[in-house]
């Protein structure tokens, strides 16, 4: 491995050269990044998965900078152009960009105003001109080039400042200095189109729009350059010519009095309007869409992996409410362990429906949840949810149930209803009905189900449409593995769409798994998988500690603790006097809870982090992190906004984080907003560092828009 490469990552990442070498070397030998960031962390000195595929990334961003610059500096020498100080501003360069603005004098070129100038034996009147001399004239000069290719003096003179023009732009400081300045002090502007369509204004702000490139928040970004893409705007960079001229000026007039200075200046005129100034543009340009894309996937993959983490309803009979209008509401009631009872579809909302005809619905649906002793009706919330909610809110009371109601997210249902999955566990069933089982199951375990659906189809993020296809799938499959490896996977129940996630399992051990489960029945141990051999020596190291096996022949095979680690916990059990029965007891956990950690690390040969581990896993051995987390609120009446008075202290539920501020499920036809600034008295950096989807929050009405049924909240407490 590169010392030089690893020293930088070290820097970057603020670690030590140890713990990337280690990292890398782990990787390197196949390892996944859940197995290392939970079973390696002594080796890795505790290093969260982020920070483990930071390392992998650098590095190989780090690799790939390395070849190109050797591959630079070998077409260099090819040439015989190759100096010892310029091959050590290209060893020295820390961006790819820096490479390439290197290379590019000694690039092959295209057909261009300057080769062809050159073709034509203008390349020494270039040279006499920028040697800016004092005696003579440019008319003598430049008589000595006229041929059959150049007709006049004028011509030659034209073609030497092509010449000039394009060795101004090739020069790789010019072109740093005028990108860091269109950087620091350039400002983005955008105008409406003359004949541009925006019916319903999406993109007012930015008709007439200008903001410091250094400031523009990365949302504004995208949304530029959106409006762009559709035609609505127009955006151009400003930034101070006079100035960037002045500097061109400076670094290539080596003499204002010498005859030639006039077209030296001409020259650079022509290089920054023609070839510089559009190139860099371009290039910032290209770097803020790439700011506002990481920002974007950042901030998706943090709301997604709160979604996936929201506490699962447990021990719950669900009727799901799939609302519609004119195909009406899709309902499907499913057990406690989600599998699939009854379902019907009702109408009732469709215009002119009859006081009967709503009270068929309203027994329809009464009817199930007696019949099943339903315990939560589960609403999706897309279209027509808030009517479903009056309607069941409705029906509770009429009917005098026991059951409550909540909103769940439907993104992505209709996705899975119509996938190969889901047909191959309802053949029997609509499409429709499929996603309403989708949207009760949600609310029952979140993570197992929504795992069926392509992670950017669970709409969570900002212009998410806008952002990089295989870096968006990249980084939310990266968070889906690590929300599932962090949850741990019941290996007999789980679906091939869960099992996918799970560390270092392949589609091959995936099929060998489920086809053994079908001809073999329950699986009883993770001694069972290796004897099967299910799984292969390497593989099973990589996943077993993330296999749960409920009610198995070991309770040790339901925890997160490593078979490599069994001796330890059997140790440990020994040494306090208790065995595999006292497990998860109370007895247990007040030993557990007062050992010395630091002794027993010594007395059984183990490190910390194992030994920690382990005692957190001997305490509760089915632990799941999302039973800390608040439960979805439950209702049983609705929210009107004419019930809303600035000031008004209400509950509700994060839906969506982002740059700006973050919308909140207050039970309206609309989420509330609150603006970033409305978070928190203390300054707030981005709203994420406080808030995550999921969360429920008090909040207090600011103000009341009913004419757009919009609503801004506050969770500063005035």
């Given at each position: 491995?590169?010392?030089?490469?690893?020293?930088?990552?070290?820097?970057?990442?603020?670690?030590?050269?140890?713990?990337?070498?280690?990292?890398?070397?782990?990787?390197?030998?196949?390892?996944?990044?859940?197995?290392?960031?939970?079973?390696?962390?002594?080796?890795?000195?505790?290093?969260?998965?982020?920070?483990?595929?930071?390392?992998?990334?650098?590095?190989?961003?780090?690799?790939?900078?390395?070849?190109?610059?050797?591959?630079?500096?070998?077409?260099?020498?090819?040439?015989?152009?190759?100096?010892?100080?310029?091959?050590?501003?290209?060893?020295?360069?820390?961006?790819?960009?820096?490479?390439?603005?290197?290379?590019?004098?000694?690039?092959?070129?295209?057909?261009?105003?300057?080769?062809?100038?050159?073709?034509?034996?203008?390349?020494?009147?270039?040279?006499?001109?920028?040697?800016?001399?004092?005696?003579?004239?440019?008319?003598?000069?430049?008589?000595?080039?006229?041929?059959?290719?150049?007709?006049?003096?004028?011509?030659?003179?034209?073609?030497?400042?092509?010449?000039?023009?394009?060795?101004?732009?090739?020069?790789?400081s010019y072109r740093k200095y005028i990108r860091n300045t269109m950087y620091k002090n350039g400002t983005l502007i955008t105008k409406k189109k003359k004949d541009a369509k925006d019916e319903n204004k999406t993109y007012e702000m930015y008709y007439d729009y200008s903001e410091a490139v250094s400031k523009i928040k990365p949302h504004r970004i995208l949304a530029v350059n959106r409006a762009e893409k559709e035609g609505v705007i127009s955006v151009k960079i400003d930034v101070d010519k006079e100035r960037i001229i002045n500097f061109l000026e400076k670094k290539n007039i080596k003499n204002d009095n010498s005859f030639c200075a006039v077209y030296i200046k001409e020259a650079i005129e022509d290089s920054y309007k023609r070839l510089i100034f559009p190139?860099?543009?371009?290039?910032v340009r290209s770097d803020l869409t790439e700011k506002g894309t990481?920002?974007?996937?950042?901030?998706?993959?943090?709301?997604?992996?709160?979604?996936?983490?929201?506490?699962?309803?447990?021990?719950?009979?669900?009727?799901?409410?799939?609302?519609?209008?004119?195909n009406g509401c899709k309902i499907a009631?499913?057990?406690?362990?989600?599998?699939?009872?009854?379902?019907?579809?009702?109408?009732?909302?469709?215009?002119?429906?009859?006081?009967?005809?709503?009270?068929?619905?309203?027994?329809?649906?009464?009817?199930l949840v007696k019949k099943y002793n339903v315990d939560i009706i589960a609403i999706g919330n897309g279209t027509a949810s808030r009517e479903s909610e009056a309607f069941c809110a409705d029906l509770i009371k009429e009917y005098n149930l026991s059951c409550k109601y909540v909103i769940v997210s439907e993104a992505g249902a209709s996705i899975y209803s119509a996938s190969k999955l889901a047909i191959e566990e309802f053949p029997d069933l609509e499409v429709e009905k499929r996603s309403a089982v989708s949207i009760g199951r949600r609310l029952q375990d979140p993570l197992s189900e929504l795992v069926k659906v392509p992670p950017e189809g669970i709409g969570v993020g900002l212009y998410q449409h806008d952002v990089a296809g295989k870096k968006?799938?990249?980084?939310?499959?990266?968070?889906?593995?690590k929300a599932v490896n962090s949850v741990g996977v019941n290996i007999n129940t789980a679906s091939s769409a869960l099992l996918k996630y799970v560390s270092g399992l392949t589609k091959k051990n995936i099929d060998k798994i489920i086809d053994y489960r079908n001809s073999h029945g329950k699986i009883s141990s993770r001694n069972e998988i290796k004897k099967q051999k299910l799984l292969t020596d390497k593989t099973y190291e990589q996943a077993i500690g993330f296999l749960r096996i409920t009610e198995g022949d070991n309770i040790l095979d339901e925890t997160a603790i490593h078979p490599e680690s069994y001796d330890v916990a059997l140790k440990l059990l020994n040494e306090l006097g208790f065995t595999l029965k006292d497990v998860g007891t109370e007895m247990l956990i007040s030993r557990l809870t007062n050992i010395n950690t630091e002794e027993y690390t010594k007395k059984?040969?183990?490190?910390?982090?194992?030994?920690?581990?382990?005692?957190?896993?001997?305490?509760?051995?089915?632990?799941?992190?999302?039973?800390?987390?608040?439960?979805?609120?439950?209702k049983s009446d609705?929210?009107?906004?004419?019930?809303?008075?600035?000031?008004?202290?209400?509950?509700?539920?994060?839906?969506?984080?982002?740059?700006?501020?973050?919308?909140?499920?207050?039970?309206?036809?609309?989420?509330?907003?609150?603006?970033?600034?409305?978070?928190?008295?203390?300054?707030?950096?981005?709203?994420?560092?406080?808030?995550?989807?999921?969360?429920?929050?008090?909040?207090?009405?600011?103000?009341?828009?009913?004419?757009?049924?919009?609503?801004?909240?506050?969770?500063?407490?005035?």
């Open positions: 491995m590169n010392s030089e490469i690893v020293k930088e990552i070290s820097l970057n990442l603020n670690i030590s050269e140890k713990q990337v070498l280690t990292t890398l070397k782990m990787l390197e030998e196949g390892n996944t990044i859940p197995f290392i960031a939970r079973y390696r962390k002594e080796a890795t000195g505790n290093l969260a998965e982020e920070e483990i595929k930071a390392i992998g990334e650098v590095y190989e961003y780090q690799v790939n900078l390395l070849k190109r610059k050797e591959d630079v500096i070998r077409l260099i020498d090819e040439k015989g152009l190759l100096t010892d100080e310029l091959k050590s501003e290209i060893m020295k360069a820390t961006k790819l960009i820096e490479v390439e603005d290197l290379y590019r004098p000694y690039k092959e070129k295209k057909k261009t105003k300057a080769t062809e100038a050159i073709k034509n034996g203008l390349e020494p009147l270039a040279k006499m001109i920028m040697s800016c001399p004092l005696n003579g004239n440019i008319s003598t000069m430049a008589s000595k080039f006229i041929n059959y290719k150049v007709k006049d003096e004028q011509e030659a003179i034209t073609g030497a400042k092509y010449i000039i023009a394009e060795w101004i732009s090739d020069n790789a190139s860099v543009e371009r290039e990481l920002s974007a996937i950042e901030n998706f993959g943090k709301n997604l992996e709160a979604l996936l983490l929201t506490p699962p309803m447990k021990e719950k009979v669900v009727l799901a409410f799939d609302p519609g209008y004119v009631v499913i057990d406690k362990t989600g599998k699939y009872l009854d379902s019907c579809v009702i109408k009732p909302f469709l215009n002119n429906i009859t006081e009967e005809r709503l009270k068929s619905c309203k027994d329809k649906i009464a009817d968006l799938s990249e980084s939310l499959d990266f968070v889906v593995s059984l040969n183990t490190d910390v982090y194992t030994l920690e581990d382990v005692i957190e896993n001997l305490k509760k051995p089915n632990r799941d992190p999302r039973d800390e987390m608040p439960q979805p609120i439950l609705i929210l009107k906004i004419e019930d809303l008075k600035p000031g008004m202290k209400l509950q509700g539920t994060v839906r969506n984080v982002v740059d700006f501020g973050a919308f909140i499920d207050i039970g309206l036809h609309n989420d509330g907003l609150v603006h970033i600034s409305k978070i928190s008295k203390d300054y707030v950096k981005h709203p994420s560092d406080v808030l995550s989807v999921g969360d429920i929050v008090d909040c207090y009405v600011e103000e009341v828009f009913k004419d757009k049924e919009k609503v801004s909240l506050s969770l500063i407490k005035e």
